[in-house]
């Protein structure tokens, strides 16, 4: 029979290819349940509202207050609920500051915008 002239999966330079394409794929999987991983950590340890230089978590407060097994159930879904309206809120200020900004810059001229911008990197993050 006659080989056909269409390239094999044996094909050292196809091999190389899959290779490199599932290697990239672990890679960039890794990192983004890294970033991920920080993330809900991060959040996971914070607290869930600070006064002055008190903060109050789960933990201190289940710790602190002695707190049954139904007691402690109730108080996180409490906070839970709070963190997550809070977040929400967030949310929604972030869009409104936005949607602000960019009614901002289409108003203004190419210069203004160039100043509006330069502006805005000298405000304090909030």
């Known amino acids: ?5 269409r390239p ?10 899959l290779v490199l394409v599932f290697v990239s ?7 983004s349940l890294r970033v991920g ?12 509202w600070t006064d002055d230089k008190a903060f109050f978590s789960y933990q201190r407060l289940q710790k602190e207050l002695d707190l049954t097994p139904e007691q402690s159930d109730r108080l996180k879904t409490i906070l839970d609920d709070f963190v ?21 810059l289409q108003m203004l001229t190419p210069a203004q915008r ?7 990197t000298q ?3 909030q």
Not at 114 to 120: A, G, V, Y
Request: aromatic fraction near 10%; charge should be positive; glycine fraction near 4%.
């Open 1 to 5: 029979m006659l080989e056909t002239s």
């Open 8 to 17: 094999s999966w044996r094909d050292p330079r196809i091999l190389t290819t």
């Open 25 to 31: 794929g672990a890679l960039v999987g890794a990192a």
């Open 37 to 48: 991983y920080q993330y809900r950590q991060h959040h996971a340890a914070a607290p869930y």
């Open 84 to 104: 997550k309206y809070h977040d929400d809120l967030e949310a929604q200020i972030e869009d409104v500051r936005a949607t602000g900004r960019n009614r901002i």
């Open 114 to 120: 160039q100043r509006f911008e330069k502006l805005s």
């Open 123 to 125: 405000l304090p993050s």
